[in-house]
């Protein structure tokens, strides 16, 4: 095995941001090509934002259009939020790939192609009627970098004897290798990744490693790439850092949350797209106490984790939106029981099966109303990968806290996407209280309310001597808990479910402005928008307008200020991937003529799209005037 | 399981809570409340360790009745509640309080599931064969053709058949009894509680207003020794007015013999044996055949790992492996960098 050798030295250019986009067949190994480019971006020192994207059919036809995987990256030596809007570089490993993914490539952007994979079969699949890489014209405003890959990993893997299938399958790095040296980044890390993931097949790391050395060596001395970048490290705050996903960033706040409550954590879920990876992540780390339970479906996974609530466990369950359907009514009877629970819904998009693996902010009205009778719930959204963490670990504690359930609307773009993460100082986070009640004095009563601020009942678990108890689903007197149908009774309880979510505001966190608190503009975003929205709100303010950004981590109760602050803007712009479901709110709390902005496109928004529509609103109110 | 602490003899007054016991009077429902409320100071266990879980129905009001933990949750899902209990704390004695609608129908789901996994938890299934808290539809234990409200022109579903559905399901303790049988009944939850694995418990309850006598036959006078058939470990499959009657096993095929005609003595009966899955399977299939007598009695219990106590060992196995987990650790798991 070589080392990485230096060829004829070339010219260099240093590039503030660059976007890639790796797009291949579904077997082509692009999500892994993609997540190592990321971890080897993230440790040299850029920020950074990802965004995978891919099929929800494990094995689509190979070389169809259906069966394209995806993976975006932007980089920079700035601060950056998003993925980025137009690549400027895409690797399309095969002729579906390039048809998917060239119309998003800017004006002069680069195309890398795997050219051995243009073949007369493939070409028909993606629909295209004669080979595009021979097409002049469709390439004038691109530069196109063709490289029979396949035959260049053979060569380099000659002496191995491999199968065919194993030297294509290693071509996915010799793209990475070409990258890396396209941007100036070492192969070390992926070596090292490679050597531990194949660790039990040898011949892989061999085949793997030189495949990613020819493609280096190949930048380093074709003349086709004439030149190559520099992205400078960030100015970042000092710090550790990792490259954090959404689900990872989550389950590490539950577990955090946990200890922090010192309570033991059982998580139940039943297997779903794109939540699934918080239950895998969660049952690797047994060590950490915690019990993983896989349902035998949403709705078992939601009353297992009641009955650990119940029994005094942090109490966790997690799904996508279909699963929240399933969930309602059990939502209502931890609603009803006042018991703690957290419920993770990483959003995907559309109604029923919707699309598994894209992106959406569909469910807010389902957290907010997808229940029979007055069923108010917390509603939290995170707002980047890394804040998962945070806002996993404040839904645990708002729950314990209140003694209430909580959702926590993720979503796939976040649940997915990752970003370099400065580490939190764990002891800086505040200690969880819960409201377990371990001795008897004589007259305990389940439902009587010790914590007026909170409105919290106390929570005795089995096992504790002396306060045995029932509860239900039923209505329950106000003070002992007992089936109670008395119609005044029914009415004080509703409210004081009603108040119980209401009282969280005055335990949140102040909400935070971007920019001035007054101006021709605010933009409103929740959950996942925020990188774009905050990405084309900077941009504005860098030319001069008056525009803030404030993002809402949390949904219900609103902070108690919001009001007073978005009447302080002329106008009010709500950009949600739905058809419009917190500007409802909005316009119906506050009587604020708030301005939608949707789309439902499985994707997220790019900062253009919202920085246009900003532009286009003040154009319109300045000519009103 | 009993605790070494010595703790003050229960009664069956300290299992007994202050809530009005509200089913309609003569069900079925007070003689297992009853029986419940008897045996369980025998257990000589604190009380804080028993928690009742139920779904909805007119059993799984039973939870409010007893003076223990409690809770009456929705529908068809006390089974999945119950795993939750247990899951969250393996120490307790978890009850599971289901009918024949709750656990079979809307909860089937979940039934079949407690089942395999082996939880230790016990099922009273509480089988009228009706819905009763909805006003008398047809239920997934009716006989087919029973009319009901909703099935004027009789019912088109088969029943299920309680025991042998749990045998499918990899039930390891599989029993059914009567309400109106006091000794009887005590003696199989007595038997249910001692089994540590899923305990599945059928139990015979008359609901006097929406299907009045479905199981008088097994009670009556008249017809309770020709209709029951009374199983106990490693004795005869005798039956009938004197223990006139037996069964024996032709091939695979069950027979009625008469032991009074001289051709059959009881060496020629089969002999029950708990632990044999094949005979489970057979005896149950005899519950809604007519010319034979319904088994009672432990049909089938063998032993089988728990589900939480494997749960917990694979925790104490990750942490002497890895060590107790450590969140600094898990934060700096991967690649991480430094920024100065």
């Known amino acids: 095995m070589s080392e990485t050798k230096k060829g004829p030295q070339k010219p260099v250019e240093t590039v503030e941001r660059v976007t890639i986009r790796f797009a291949g067949d579904s077997g082509d190994g692009m999500q892994l090509t993609g997540s190592q480019f990321s971890e080897t971006t993230a440790v040299f020192g850029n920020d950074l934002a990802t965004q995978p994207d891919y099929p929800a059919e494990i094995r ?17 030596s700035k601060d950056i939020q998003t993925p980025g809007d137009q690549p400027d570089v895409l690797v399309a490993m095969n002729p579906a790939a390039l048809k998917v993914h060239l119309p998003d490539l800017r004006k002069n952007g680069m195309v890398i192609a795997n050219s051995a994979n243009f073949t007369k079969r493939n070409l028909q699949l993606a629909g295209w009627e004669s080979n595009p890489l021979e097409d002049e014209k469709l ?8 490289v029979d890959m396949t035959r260049l ?39 090292k990744f490679i050597e531990t993931k194949f660790k039990k097949r040898p011949e892989i790391v061999e085949a793997n490693i030189r495949a990613l050395e020819a493609g280096y060596n190949y930048g380093d001395t074709l003349e086709a790439i004439p030149i190559s970048y520099v992205v400078a490290k960030a100015k970042m705050a000092s710090g550790m850092y990792r490259n954090i996903m959404g689900n990872q960033a989550l389950a590490m706040g539950l577990l955090t949350a946990a200890e922090k409550a010192g309570l033991r954590m059982v998580y139940s879920g039943y297997p779903i797209t794109p939540a699934s990876d918080i239950l895998h992540m969660l049952a690797t780390y047994k060590n950490y106490g915690v019990v993983t339970f896989q349902a035998e479906d949403e709705i078992s996974a939601i009353t297992a984790a009641i009955g650990a609530s119940f029994t005094g466990a942090l109490a966790v369950t997690g799904t996508s939106g279909p699963g929240l359907a399933l969930k309602g009514e059990a939502i209502g009877l931890a609603v009803s029981t006042e018991l703690p629970l957290v419920i993770i819904n990483v959003q995907r998009a559309g109604p029923s099966t919707g699309l598994p693996t894209k992106t959406e902010q569909a469910d807010l009205n389902q957290a907010l109303y997808g229940r029979n009778g007055e069923a108010p719930v917390v509603v939290l959204a995170p707002a980047t990968p ?13 729950a314990l806290e209140h003694m209430l359930p909580v959702i926590l609307l993720s979503d796939g773009y976040l649940g997915n996407g990752s970003e370099p993460w400065k580490l939190p100082d764990l002891a800086s986070l505040p200690p969880i209280l819960n409201h377990k009640v371990t001795e008897s004095n004589g007259d305990y009563h389940a439902f009587e309310i010790k914590d007026e601020k909170r409105l919290a009942r106390p929570w005795a678990v089995p096992g504790t001597p002396g306060l045995e108890h029932r509860i239900g689903g039923l209505e329950k007197d106000a003070i002992t808990g007992n089936v109670n149908y008395d119609p005044d009774n029914h009415q004080a309880m509703t409210i004081r479910r009603q108040q119980k979510v209401e009282r969280v505001a005055d335990n949140m966190p102040p909400t935070e402005l971007y920019g001035d608190d007054t101006g021709d503009l605010v933009v409103l975003g929740w959950g996942s928008t925020y990188g774009a929205i905050r990405a084309a709100v900077q941009r504005l303010r860098e030319n001069g307008q008056k525009v803030s950004h404030l993002h809402l981590r949390y949904l219900n109760p609103l902070p108690n200020d919001l009001g007073e602050q978005l009447l302080k803007f002329r106008k009010v712009m709500v950009p949600e991937l739905n058809m419009g479901q917190l500007v409802r709110i909005i316009r119906a709390e506050f009587l604020i003529d708030a301005i939608p902005v949707n789309k439902v496109l499985g994707k997220p928004f790019v900062p253009s799209e919202i920085e246009e529509r900003i532009m286009t609103i003040l154009k319109e109110s300045s000519d009103a005037n | 399981m009993p605790t070494d602490v010595a703790t003050p003899a229960l009664t069956r007054k300290d299992f007994t809570s202050d809530q009005m016991v509200r089913w309609c009077p003569g069900c079925g429902d007070y003689s297992i409340l009853a029986q419940v409320q008897k045996i369980f100071p025998d257990m000589n266990r604190p009380k804080e360790e028993f928690v009742f879980i139920s779904g909805i129905g007119c059993s799984s009001r039973f939870p409010y009745y007893m ?4 809770f009456h949750t929705i529908h068809g899902r006390g089974m999945s509640v119950a795993t939750g209990v247990k ?20 909860g089937g789901n979940h039934l079949i599931h407690l089942l395999r996994r082996n939880l230790d938890i016990n099922i009273l299934l509480f089988n009228n064969r009706i819905y009763g808290l909805t006003k008398g539809q047809y239920s997934p234990t009716s006989e087919k053709g029973m009319v009901t409200k909703s099935t004027p022109f009789g019912s ?7 025991p042998a559905l749990a045998l499918g399901a990899a039930g390891t303790f599989i029993a059914r009894t009567l309400d109106v049988d006091a000794k009887h009944m005590q003696k199989m939850i007595a038997e249910a509680y001692r089994h540590q694995g899923t305990s599945f418990l059928e139990i015979y309850q008359n609901c006097l207003i929406f299907n009045d006598n479905a199981f008088t036959d097994y009670s009556d006078k008249e017809t309770k020794e020709d209709r029951q058939l009374l199983l106990e470990d490693g004795q005869p499959m005798i039956f009938g007015k004197g223990g006139n009657k037996g069964i024996r096993f032709d091939g695979h095929r069950p027979q009625v013999v008469d032991l009074e005609n001289g051709k059959w003595s009881v060496d020629d009966l089969a002999v029950h044996d708990k632990s044999d899955k094949l005979l489970a399977l057979m005896l149950s299939d005899l519950t809604y055949q007519s010319e034979f007598p319904t088994p009672f009695g432990v049909l089938y219990q063998i032993e089988k790992p728990c589900y939480e106590k494997q749960v917990y060992q694979q925790i104490d196995d990750a942490i002497s492996k890895m060590g107790k987990g450590d969140l600094e650790k898990m934060l700096r798991s991967g690649h991480t960098w430094t920024v100065d």
């Open chain 1, 139 to 146: 390439f004038a405003d691109y530069q196109l970098v063709d």
């Open chain 1, 60 to 76: 689509a036809p190979a070389g169809s259009l259906a069966g394209v995987s995806s993976f975006q990256i932007q980089f920079s």
């Open chain 1, 153 to 191: 990993v053979s060569t380099a893997v000659e002496d191995l004897n491999m199968p065919n299938k194993l030297v294509a399958r290693s071509t996915n790095m010799f793209a990475l290798g070409l990258l890396y040296w396209l941007y100036g980044r070492g192969t070390a890390d992926t070596r």
């Open chain 2, 156 to 162: 088109l579903d088969h029943p299920f058949n309680p």
């Open chain 1, 386 to 398: 890394s804040d998962c963490f945070y806002m996993a670990f404040e839904a645990c504690r708002i």
């Open chain 2, 67 to 70: 003076d223990t933990y409690g």
């Open chain 2, 87 to 106: 899951l969250a704390n393996p120490g307790l004695s978890v009850w599971l309080v289901t009918g024949d609608g709750d656990g079979m129908s809307i």
